[in-house]
């Protein structure tokens, strides 16, 4: 698993390097996105996110893994994306000249590695649809194109393909990992460090935008390692699985473009009739809109992840009722404002100011000061803990705190939401070092694991009060992408039964996840405790590395 981390820092530091440099570059050169009436932002926004992540993810592969023929063939034809997509941004292409370059790239693939769609399982029922060579190859040019030009189109708001992307690769990973395909685990790696690190630019408000080469690569990708997961020989994951992590961006595609022929009009005419525009005409903001999305996303790769083995038909026919049924919800509330006028009020404002919750939140100064000394408690059995821990842990911690410090150097500020993602990292590794060192006595019988529970059941009711009483200014949660990594390890914690482990992966997330509020909520209510409890929180990871000298 060290290479796979190896991959995943690499291509996320290299992701958060190049996007400041690629962003002044825009500005300075005019390489700018401009606001029109089809178009959610405003004003010019530089377009070449992409860039950073294709560099990134290249760049991490070509230092790290053997280039077997599978992976060449993967970065030959993301070549021809990266340049298709360069050029459109840069200087503009017509439709059908992008259509050529992604054909001509998926070509390239299939040419070098051999992937090819060539069974589709038993969608239908009536036994598995196995696809000849010469109707295979066209089909998975015609799949490839569909998904890449699916990803492409749903990059209408700040953060939404990226952080969609984010949660089908860690959907594939995961199976992969299940599955034993050990490329499909590295690629999707080293791909997650890319696209997490322009996120933390692109997540709303954007400051930059990952443009049609981000969006093609991404979706060139995203189709390739779905079709290596299910078609290579002894493969245990069904085709029809990765359509159901991929499955909101394909049937949004779909349902518009029917929509548009229905019409009589081009399915290709630019307008503002994909999910999330009719999110936002609902009444929700741009924020919610794109959380409610991520929501969905994170729902089917769970869903697919879970029910992986049922039969192929099964699992199509929910993702089709349950699409339609939520389509035809979503349409219903659209044509009946009056009815959902609560809708239109997307901000905790109006209870954040109202008098009784006023009321009950100004106990919450005593409760922040109890939440400190828990926490504080919490890094102390941490501190014990790291004299019984083993030398792996002791690996990993070096590793965070060196990953730790080049975050600081980087970002320079520990309020600072990438920084805040990485310190609920730190906490998920504080947790495990005290769960592998639980057994060890503490006081008269009473075992470190004993105390850390008996703390934990304490703390959960005090920070769910804190979090749902808060007071106006405070933000615990800043961005969509804090909540995109927030739901991601959940849905990894709801999985872990599905693996063979040797701790409780859904324990220690939860633990985690009250580690990283705590500390948000002292941050927020005084610096100087926040300050402390970060500082702590960092001692016990500095701690483990000592020990190693």
């Known amino acids: 698993m060290l290479l796979h981390f190896y991959l995943f820092i690499t291509a996320l530091f290299s992701s958060l390097i190049a996007v400041p440099g690629l962003r ?53 034809g993301a070549l021809v994306l990266f ?163 991929l499955g909101l961006p394909i049937i949004d595609t779909i349902w518009v473009m029917c929509a548009r022929i229905a019409r009589g009009i081009s399915p290709f005419t630019a307008e503002k009739t994909h999910v999330h525009h009719k999110f936002m005409d609902i009444g929700f903001g741009h924020r919610t809109s794109v959380l409610i999305i991520y929501g969905i996303s994170t729902f089917w790769a769970i869903v697919g992840i879970l029910l992986r083995d049922q039969p192929a038909w099964l699992l199509l026919l929910l993702f089709i009722v349950l699409t339609t049924i939520g389509y035809q919800v979503m349409r219903f509330v659209a044509y009946h404002p009056e009815e959902f006028a609560c809708l239109a009020f997307d901000t905790p404002q109006c209870l954040l100011s109202s008098r009784i919750y006023l009321k009950i939140a100004a106990g919450g100064n005593f409760l922040t000061w109890v939440l400190g000394a828990l926490l504080f408690s919490v890094m102390g059995l941490a501190l014990a803990a790291g004299c019984c821990v083993g030398e792996q842990s002791i690996r990993y911690g070096m590793i965070t705190l060196a990953v730790g410090a080049g975050l600081l150097y980087l970002i320079r500020d520990i309020r600072d939401h990438f920084f805040q993602i990485y310190l609920f990292l730190v906490g998920l590794l504080v947790a495990f070092e005290i769960d592998q060192a639980g057994a060890n006595l503490l006081y008269k019988g009473i075992t470190l694991g004993d105390a850390t529970q008996f703390i934990f059941i304490l703390m959960a009711p005090v920070v769910a009060f804190l979090v749902v009483f808060r007071e106006n200014k405070e933000a615990l949660l800043t961005t969509p992408l804090d909540l995109l990594i927030l739901s991601m390890c959940v849905a990894l914690a709801i999985v872990a039964p599905q693996f063979e482990m040797t701790f409780n992966l859904p324990a220690l997330v939860s633990k985690a996840i009250i580690i990283f509020l705590s500390i948000k909520i002292l941050m927020n209510r005084t610096t100087q405790l926040g300050r402390t409890a970060c500082g702590s929180v960092l001692a016990s990871l500095l701690l483990l590395v000592v020990r190693s000298f």
């Open 83 to 245: 340049v298709t997509g360069l050029i459109d941004d840069l200087a503009g292409l017509s439709p059908k000249r992008k259509f050529v370059g992604e054909i001509v790239g998926t070509v390239v693939t299939i040419s070098i590695s051999g992937l090819h769609i060539s069974h589709l399982g038993n969608l239908f029922g009536f036994g598995d649809i196995v696809l000849p060579l010469w109707i295979g190859i066209p089909f998975t040019v015609f799949a490839v194109v569909g998904v890449i030009n699916a990803i492409n189109l749903i990059d209408g708001l700040d953060g939404l393909s990226g952080g969609v992307s984010m949660v089908a690769l860690g959907g594939f990973a995961l199976l992969a990992l299940l599955d034993g395909n050990t490329e499909v685990t590295l690629l999707c790696a080293a791909l997650i460090g890319a696209i997490l690190g322009f996120l933390k630019f692109n997540s709303y408000p954007a400051r930059i935008f990952m443009g049609d080469v981000g969006s093609l690569v991404v979706g060139f990708l995203l189709a390739f390692l779905a079709i290596h997961l299910t078609q290579r020989p002894g493969a245990g994951i069904q085709a029809v699985v990765p359509l159901l992590l």
């Open 24 to 76: 002044k570059w825009a500005f300075d050169t005019g390489t700018l996105d401009l606001s029109d009436e089809r178009k959610v932002h405003k004003g010019m926004m530089p377009r070449l996110g992409g860039v950073a992540i294709f560099l990134a993810f290249f760049f991490s592969i070509l230092i790290f893994i053997d280039l077997s023929p599978v992976i060449r063939g993967i970065l030959a």
